[in-house]
Structures are given as C-alpha cells and as structure tokens.
Nanobody, 116 residues
Framework: QVQLVESGGGLVQAGGSLRLSCAAS????????MAWYRQAPGKQREWVAA???????TYADSVKGRFTISRDNAKNTVYLQMNSLKPEDTAVYYC??????????WGQGTQVTVSS
C-alpha cells in the first residue's frame, strides 16, 4: 500500500491562497491516480480534484478556475494550489490515492480555515 502525509493547511482570509502538499511513500507504483477530497463539519466528504498518471486533471465545479492540482513525480508529491479562497472552502482536506486494485489510501487530513 501507499502512505500519504498532507501538509500546508492553515488559516487564511477570504480571497487568499494556500498550497497543500501530499507526500506519498510505499508502493507508489501501485497508484492509479491521486485526488484531493474535503470534509466540512456535518457534511459528507466530497471530491475536489484528481490527477492521473498521465498528468490529466479534473475538478469539481465548485473549485474550477480557483484550484489547481499538480504532481511532482521526482518527489512523489501531489499539490493542491488553492486561490481565491472562500469561507465555504473551509474543511479538512484529505489526500487520496486510488490503487490499481481499486483500494483507496488516505492521508490524515489537514485543516483549511477561510475567514470572512
């Protein structure tokens, strides 16, 4: 399996920016694609963005044009650049790795808080 460690969360004002990082270790060659999810208090976890092994990216409508997912293969790290942050972006953000077996690996989560 793969171990994932997120970092980069914090407190920012609305309109600000933040970059999250997810460092992967372990069976990295078993990863099919990677993604970011988020979960706000009292709400279900929702998908935010994904990046495939080819570098292709997809985004949830709520973050299109504001968030960018990218990967640095040399560092086995995936990033989520978040710009124009809104209070509704406040959540715990989780890194996800979908394995070729279709089993998911998850990071511990990092808190992002956007104040108005």
């Amino acid at each position: 399996q793969v171990q994932l460690v997120e970092s980069g969360g914090g407190l920012v004002q609305a309109g600000g920016s933040l970059r999250l990082s997810c460092a992967a270790s372990g069976s990295i060659f078993s990863i099919k694609y990677m993604a970011w999810y988020r979960q706000a208090p009292g709400k279900q976890r929702e998908w935010v963005a994904a990046v495939g092994t080819s570098g292709s990216t997809t985004y949830a409508d709520s973050v299109k044009g504001r968030f960018t997912i990218s990967r640095d293969n040399a560092k086995n790290t995936v990033y989520l650049q978040m710009n124009s942050l809104k209070p509704e972006d406040t959540a715990v953000y989780y890194c996800n790795a979908r394995m070729i077996s279709l089993i998911d690996s998850w990071g511990q989560g990092t808190q992002v808080t956007v104040s108005s």
